[in-house]
Every structure is written in C-alpha cells, then in structure tokens.
C-alpha cells in the first residue's frame, strides 16, 4: 500500500458548553501505522463520524477519551474495516503528553473511539495503537486547549464524565501549511480524481483482508448499518446487566475492588470501550464466573473486615479498662498521701501546742520566765514547721508531675 496517499495532519475544534476552547492540531503516523490512521482519518472528514461528537470521559492526569459518535457515551463502535479491527502494531509507545491512541475494549478490538494522553502512559504500551499526537509542543493553541481540555471539571461517580458537554465541533485534516484541506472529504492531503480511485482500491484491499467478502455492498461506508449485530447487541445489554448487579453489589458494600483508578483505565459497565489491559468482551458464561468469583472475593473482605472491627473493638474496650484502673488507682494514692500528711500536721500541732500548754501552767509564779521559755520553744519548733511545710510542697510536685 503507499501511504503518502494519506493524511499526515488533523485538526480537531472543540467547545465546552457554548465556549469555545480552540483547535487541537494532530500529527498522524501513517508511515507506522496506515491503516490506523485511515480509520482515523476517514471519520474525520465523513459527514457521519467525529463532527458533532464529544469527549466522553476525562481523567484529569491520565487522559481524553473521545470517537463515540453513535451513542456519545463510550458503547459504541465502528471502523471501516467492520464493526472492529485488529491492532495494526505497537511500534509507537505512550512516551509523552498528548498521544493520540486507539482505545478498545481488549486485543483486536479498535473502533471508532481515541484517546488523548495527558501523561506518559507506558502501562498502556503493547495494549492500545499509537497512531499520532498533538503538536502542543510547535503550536501553542494546541497546548492551551490540551490544558484547558484536562481541567474540565468532570463527575467521577458518573464514570469520568464531564459536567458539561465536551463537543468537537469542527475536525478535518490540514494541508502541509497547516491549513483547512480543501478537499477533506477524500480523507488524502491533495487528492484528485485518481487519488480517489486509489483511495477506494486500498479500502477495498483492506476490507476483504479484515473479512468483508464483497466490498461493493459497503459502498457508502458514510453509513454505518447496525442491524447485523442486533442479535449481538442484545446478547451485550444481558452481560451489561450482569455487570451493572455486581457493580450495585460492590457500592452496597462500600468496598472498591478496583485500586488502579488513578492512573490505571477504569473497567465499567455498559459494554464500554476502555483503556485497559482485560481480555476481549466476556461472554454469558465469563459474565457468570466473574460474577460469582467478585461476589465469593466481596464476602470474603467483608469477613475480614467484620473480623478486623470486632478485634479492633475488644482491643479498645481493654485498653479503656486498663487505663481507668490506673487513673483509679493514683487517684487513690494521692487521696491516701493528702490524709497522711494532715494526720501527721495534726499530730505535730497537738505535741507542740501541748509542750507550750504544760510550760506555760508550771511556772505561774514568774511570768517573765514563762514568756521567755514559749519564745524558746517556738523558735525550737519553727525549723520543724519549715521542714513540714517544704515536704509537703515537694510530694504535691512529684504528684502533679
């Protein structure tokens, strides 16, 4: 296949709410990866395709994801190879802020929808195709729309959505001044006529290598029939169902099972394409094992988690005992210490009161002598009142430390 038939440059214009952020412009990798990009490229220029979509889910640190122009919320998907195809190759890797990657929902699984890196995502390598990235570094529009894109405000419960509509309003591909191509719809950088032709014959080629016997009946693939897949898709609303139970199941309970939110892509509900590292869609008989093998993982934390909290609460009530048998106890001691030292003031009172009562009534006769012996006797006793006073404050201390 030639590839310098195919774009090398995009642009995708986005808005949130009714303000305009500006214009995102792309480099593209068909050199590595040409048929990638042509999927890519092809719902660029197509009437129906990325005109008017928007980005689904935004994880500020982590990445944009975005291509879901059938259902806007990350369960649909196309390609013009077929309802899927397979990874081309990894020879790009998530290196660098603003790649622009496949997102899918396992291996062989890319669509429609993309992903916009805010971070190197080297986790992400030898799963998702790398087939381009945003030119934040040369364009400094590219920068502050790729800034402003990351600190949308979004709602985490609600699957990383944004809270207002997040729109790529306008998108194309761009000629090699950087400017609009005029002739976008032929998905090539300066197709005419026979570029056109060409163009279809690779399509053609690629479609009857991924499987599509008769290219002719998929002539206007601007068109995305979905009625062959009705029955798949019913048998998909059943696994998503099943998975919306254990997720229910999983909030009851207050329990994440899932510790990789940040930084790591979220599994969820709905079929829905994500950055991950599962294997392809389950079928009801996976669903069913899963189910049972979350549930069986959910009652077993729960057990230990009721196990933790009773050892948890026994642990707490010994050591409330514990400590309000000690605060007893040097309560007791201190009470016990006060009551000894005013029996034994009182004790030293009585004595000396009683020395000074017994000297003072045998000496009646000379009441100077009498006088003079009480000033002795006081001035004998002061030293012990002193010593009283100083072994008090000293065991009050030691109580209060």
């Known amino acids: 296949m030639k590839n310098s038939m195919l774009a090398t440059k995009g642009y995708l214009t986005i808005s949130?709410?009714?303000?305009?952020?500006?214009?995102?412009?792309?480099?593209?990798?068909?050199?590595i990866v040409p048929q990638t990009v042509e999927n890519f490229v092809h719902f660029l220029t197509a009437p129906r395709g990325y005109r008017n979509s928007t980005f689904h889910r935004i994880i500020p640190k982590f990445m944009a994801q975005a291509g879901d122009f059938i259902n806007h919320d990350g369960t649909g998907s196309t390609s013009i190879y077929g309802r899927s195809f397979a990874d081309e190759n990894f020879h790009l890797s998530h290196s660098q802020r603003g790649v622009l990657s496949m997102?899918?929902?396992?291996?062989?699984?890319?669509?429609?929808?993309?992903?916009?890196?805010?971070?190197?995502?080297?986790?992400?390598?030898?799963?998702?195709?790398?087939?381009?990235?945003?030119?934040?570094?040369?364009?400094?529009?590219?920068?502050?729309?790729?800034?402003?894109?990351?600190?949308?405000?979004?709602?985490?419960?609600?699957?990383?959505?944004?809270?207002?509509?997040?729109?790529?309003?306008?998108?194309?591909?761009?000629?090699?001044?950087?400017?609009?191509?005029?002739?976008?719809?032929?998905?090539t950088a300066g197709g005419g006529g026979k570029n056109n032709l060409a163009g279809e014959a690779k399509k053609n080629k690629l479609l009857q290598a991924y499987g599509q016997k008769n290219p002719a009946t998929?002539?206007?693939?601007?068109?995305?029939?979905?009625?062959?897949?009705?029955?798949?898709?019913?048998?998909?609303?059943?696994i998503d169902k099943n998975i919306d139970i254990i997720s229910t199941i999983q909030d009851a309970g207050e329990i994440d099972l899932d510790d990789e939110h940040d930084g790591q892509p979220l599994e969820g509900g709905n079929n829905q394409q994500q950055l991950s590292t599962e294997a392809p869609p389950l079928q009801n008989n996976a669903v069913s094992s899963k189910k049972a093998a979350l549930q069986k993982r959910l009652a077993a934390l729960r057990k230990?988690?009721?196990?933790?909290?009773?050892?948890?609460?026994?642990?707490?009530?010994?050591?409330?005992?514990?400590?309000?048998?000690?605060?007893?106890?040097?309560?007791?001691?201190?009470?016990?210490?006060?009551?000894?030292?005013?029996?034994?003031?009182?004790?030293?009172?009585?004595?000396?009161?009683?020395?000074?009562?017994?000297?003072?009534?045998?000496?009646?006769?000379?009441?100077?002598?009498?006088?003079?012996?009480?000033?002795?006797?006081?001035?004998?006793?002061?030293?012990?009142?002193?010593?009283i006073r100083q072994m008090n404050a000293q065991s009050e201390k030691k109580e209060r430390s």
């Not at 949130?16 to 050199?31: E, K, N």
């Not at 050591?319 to 007893?328: F, H, Q, S």
């Open 16 to 31: 949130y709410g009714d303000t305009p952020l500006g214009t995102l412009r792309l480099t593209l990798r068909p050199d």
């Open 103 to 187: 997102a899918n929902s396992g291996k062989d699984t890319n669509g429609c929808q993309f992903f916009i890196s805010f971070c190197p995502t080297a986790h992400l390598d030898g799963k998702h195709v790398v087939f381009g990235h945003v030119d934040w570094r040369e364009d400094g529009e590219s920068a502050d729309v790729l800034d402003k894109l990351e600190r949308v405000r979004t709602d985490r419960r609600n699957g990383d959505r944004p809270m207002q509509r997040v729109q790529i309003v306008d998108c194309g591909i761009l000629d090699d001044n950087n400017n609009k191509a005029k002739n976008t719809a032929t998905a």
């Open 218 to 238: 998929n002539a206007d693939t601007d068109e995305i029939d979905l009625d062959d897949e009705e029955e798949e898709e019913q048998q998909e609303e059943k």
């Open 304 to 387: 230990k988690i009721n196990q933790s909290r009773t050892l948890n609460r026994r642990e707490v009530h010994a050591e409330a005992t514990r400590m309000g048998t000690e605060e007893a106890s040097l309560k007791e001691r201190k009470r016990q210490n006060k009551q000894d030292r005013n029996s034994k003031q009182a004790e030293y009172d009585a004595f000396v009161v009683g020395k000074l009562q017994s000297v003072g009534g045998g000496e009646d006769n000379s009441s100077a002598d009498s006088k003079a012996e009480q000033k002795r006797l006081a001035s004998l006793s002061q030293p012990a009142f002193d010593s």
